[in-house]
């Protein structure tokens, strides 16, 4: 059982000033949203939980600030928002900050406030460097912009820089996603985090889809898309260390690690999700909701599930076996006091036949088939230690 306290905060900014045709995150146009009532409400939340929780008197090693889109505040509310954050979150000596941005939203003076106020990683949304793909996605960028962000960003002093580039786009080729590789590599950045395209519910591309009119790659140029991408990231030294994160030796992600290592976390902010004492909570999503919930109950949650023992050794095979270091046994019976082999033999031999897992000195871990096809083994793997255990 998990109960040691959180050292991993994460803050949800829910505004865009344009929504993307894909995305399905918690998000809400910027212009006419209540965004000082908002940046409050998320103060008297950071304020009262931590007020009441034992973490108060700790420090942070991670805190990560995302959205929606947090770069789209003006200049007054990033500096608000950067105080509540300063004046609640204290940070460990070797801390890691981040902040999500977005190309076209930026400027020198953003950046400047960013980094005086102590964030020390940018993770930015590039997706593509082909203006018409952009264009046709919904973003309100170019490729030019964001040139123009990261000499920004590196004019002010920041190194630890992360962009996100999306592949199996409508009507992208091979070549052209091959030719964002180059434009992305060519900018030499320590982190990259590439995805492939998921369709996802209640976004535009799914009611394009459903209407025919979505030209998207099939599977295996999905799958040429990706390895091409894995090959190209290792010859420049830029290794796979999740299956969608790629990044040179120790400039992994130590937040998002925080998840996939099963650590606990807080989440603040509207639809922002957090892992506590062994229970997940969900924070409401719309933000006029959410600010009544945290005027009335100094919180912002709807809902907490507090999970069985069974759910939590599922969370932290899968969570784990996303990462390319996998599980290790004996972190698996230091929390759990039971042997993942005792307890799912059959999937784990099943897996190792199919070519997709490998087991060294009883640790696991998927191959690099089983990275490709990580969905289908954790869809095995759901309900199997209730099944077997």
């Known amino acids: 059982m998990l109960t040691q306290d959180p050292r991993a ?11 993307c045709h894909y995305c399905a995150f918690n998000k809400y146009f910027y212009d006419g949203q209540p965004i000082d009532d908002y940046l409050q409400a998320l103060d008297l939340e950071m304020k009262q939980t931590l007020a009441s929780d034992t973490q108060s008197k700790k420090t942070f090693d991670t805190i990560y600030v995302g959205g929606g889109t947090p770069s789209a505040l003006s200049l ?3 500096s608000t928002l950067l105080a509540s954050i300063d004046q609640y979150l204290s940070k460990a000596d070797h801390y890691e900050y981040t902040f999500e941005v977005n190309p076209g939203e930026l400027s020198l003076a953003k950046c400047q406030l960013l980094k005086e106020a102590g964030v ?5 949304g590039v997706q593509s460097f082909n203006d018409q793909l952009l264009r046709q996605i919904g973003r309100n960028h170019r490729s030019k ?3 123009e962000s990261i000499d920004w960003l590196r004019k002010v002093g920041f190194e630890n820089l992360s962009i996100d580039l999306i592949f199996r786009l409508p009507n992208q080729s091979l070549a052209d996603f091959n030719q964002s590789l180059s434009q992305a590599l060519a900018l030499d950045l320590p982190h990259y985090s590439l995805y492939s ?7 535009v591309f799914q009611q394009l889809m459903r209407q025919g009119k979505l030209p998207i790659p099939n599977e295996d140029q999905d799958a040429d898309m990706f390895q091409l991408a894995q090959e190209r990231l290792a010859a420049e ?3 796979q260390y999740e299956i969608s ?3 040179k030796k120790g400039f992994e992600s130590q937040h998002n690690l925080t998840y996939w290592q099963y650590q606990p976390y807080f989440g603040f902010g509207a639809g922002a999700h957090g892992f506590v004492d062994g229970y997940r909570y969900a924070n409401h999503g719309p933000v006029h909701h959410y600010i009544k919930a945290v005027n009335e109950q100094g919180n912002g949650r709807i809902r907490q599930h507090n999970l069985s023992i069974e759910e939590q050794m599922e969370e932290f095979l899968f969570l784990g076996l996303r990462t390319t270091q996998g599980v290790r046994l004996a972190d698996f019976e230091r929390i759990f006091q039971r042997n993942y082999w005792d307890l799912i033999p059959d999937f784990i031999r099943r897996q190792e036949q199919l070519g997709l897992m490998i087991c060294q000195d009883s640790d696991l871990r998927l191959s690099q088939k089983g990275l490709n096809l990580a969905d289908h083994v954790f869809r095995e793997l759901l309900g199997t230690i209730y099944k077997e255990g």
């Open 120 to 124: 020390n990683r940018i993770s930015m």
């Open 237 to 239: 030294g830029i290794y």
């Open 245 to 247: 994160n790629f990044s």
């Open 145 to 147: 912009q964001v040139y």
């Open 76 to 78: 007054n509310e990033l």
């Open 9 to 19: 905060v994460y803050l949800h900014i829910p505004f865009c000033k344009k929504i």
């Open 197 to 203: 395209l998921i369709i996802e519910q209640k976004t």
